[in-house]
Every structure is written in structure tokens, then in C-alpha cells.
């Protein structure tokens, strides 16, 4: 018997008010400090400043990303 594939499921958390799923991509954590829950409309702020070396971070794994992405084109 084989696996059924899945799909990917999107970053992001569940709302701690009502537990609908919020997207988060890699390029809204790196521009908006705000999300907003779109099941209840609870506005979450995320401390950029207390973030900052998590962020630092994710700017690496972003560049990188867009790497792969570039070299990807070269490879038909």
C-alpha cells in the first residue's frame, strides 16, 4: 500500500482566540509586524526588537530561498 501524498500545509498558527488558522509567509514576518486573524479579527503584534535575531535568521533562509528560486530557472 502506498502513501497518499499531502500537500504542504502553509506556514502560520492557529488564532489563540478562536483557533483559525493565520498564514504566515516568510515575507510577511520579515514586513509587517502585525497579523490579523481572519476567522475573529484579533490583531496579533509580533516585538520586532525582541525578534530581531530570529529575523536575522529568517532574512538568511529568506535569501537563500530566492537562491534556489533563480537556479531553478536555469534547469529546464
Known amino acids: 500500500m502506498s502513501a497518499i501524498p499531502t ?3 502553509s506556514p ?4 489563540p482566540k478562536c483557533n483559525f488558522f493565520i498564514e504566515m509567509s516568510i515575507y510577511s514576518l520579515l514586513s509587517q509586524s502585525e497579523f490579523k486573524c481572519p476567522g475573529c ?3 496579533l503584534n509580533m516585538d520586532r ?3 530581531k535575531s530570529a ?3 529568517l532574512q538568511k533562509v529568506n535569501v537563500q530561498k530566492e537562491n534556489i528560486e533563480k537556479h531553478k530557472k536555469f534547469d529546464l
Do not use: D, V, Y
Open 12 to 15: 502560520g498558527i492557529p488564532c
Open 41 to 43: 479579527l484579533l490583531t
Open 7 to 9: 500537500q504542504p500545509r
Open 49 to 51: 526588537n525582541a525578534s
Open 55 to 57: 529575523l536575522e535568521l
